[in-house]
Nanobody, 120 residues
Framework: QVQLVESGGGSVQAGGSLRLSCVAS????????MGWFRQTPGKQRDMVAI???????HYADSVKGRFAVSRDSDRNTVFLQMNNLNPEDTGVYYC??????????????WGQGTQVTVSS
């Protein structure tokens, strides 16, 4: 079973920076893509940034040029560097990965979420 543990959320003023980290415990599973999603009250969980095993990244338009996703595949860790934050970035950030069981079945796995609050 794969488990994700996030850290690094918090409160910051507009224009500030935060760095999120997420470590995956994978056991006998393998993981492919990793990344971050954001959810605000009453809204769906939206993709912020994802990265595949060879480092190809994809970002939501609203964060391009401000956020950077990276990973350390040897340590099953994904990071999200968030710069020039604005109040619209506020939300619960969830770490995500796609995990494959030894038999090949894949599933989406989510972390517990970490709150990011940006004040104006």
């Amino acid at each position: 079973q794969v488990q994700l543990v996030e850290s690094g959320g918090g409160s910051v003023q507009a224009g500030g920076s935060l760095r999120l980290s997420c470590v995956a415990s994978v056991g006998d599973f393998s993981i492919s893509g990793m990344g971050w999603f954001r959810q605000t009250p009453g809204k769906q969980r939206d993709m912020v940034a994802i990265i595949n095993r060879i480092g190809i990244t994809h970002y939501a338009d609203s964060v391009k040029g401000r956020f950077a996703v990276s990973r350390d595949s040897d340590r099953n860790t994904v990071f999200l560097q968030m710069n020039n934050l604005n109040p619209e970035d506020t939300g619960v950030y969830y770490c995500w990965t796609e995990a494959a069981a030894p038999g090949g079945r894949t599933s989406n796995v989510w972390g517990q979420g970490t709150q990011v609050t940006v004040s104006s």
